[in-house]
């Protein structure tokens, strides 16, 4: 391999994951990615686990789940609203994945933060 090339994805992990902050609630599929970072799926996944120990994917989903959960927690949005603003197009799939990552619903997540508030 050229040393010409390898300085291009020395950083690529740590740029790809604030690239996700920056815009997690937009398009972050594979097929995009590669395109804004200009190389192959095999570079961009295979560079991202080995620096972060899991996949792109997994960390998306983490990511806008956190994001999610914070909107639930200090906002008066919709579920809808903050499903659709951390990237997820459909809210039964987003309660879906939110409750099998803390165990309860939105709605019912946000009732107990309320309560606990109080």
Not at 15 to 36: F, K
């Amino acid at each position: 391999q050229s040393k010409k090339v390898a300085p291009k994805y020395d950083d690529l992990a740590i740029r790809l994951r604030h690239y996700i902050h920056m815009n997690y609630s937009g398009d972050l599929s594979v097929e995009n990615l590669c395109a804004v970072f200009a190389c192959s799926r095999t570079t961009l996944m295979s560079k991202f686990k080995s620096k972060f120990k899991i996949t792109v994917g997994e960390y998306i989903s983490k990511y806008r789940l956190m994001k999610a959960e914070e909107l639930i927690r200090e906002s008066d949005e919709t579920i809808k609203a903050i499903a659709v603003s951390c990237g997820f197009s459909d809210q039964n799939y987003f309660t879906k994945v939110f409750s099998n990552a803390y165990n309860m619903t939105p709605v019912s997540y946000r009732k107990a933060f309320v309560k606990t508030k109080i």
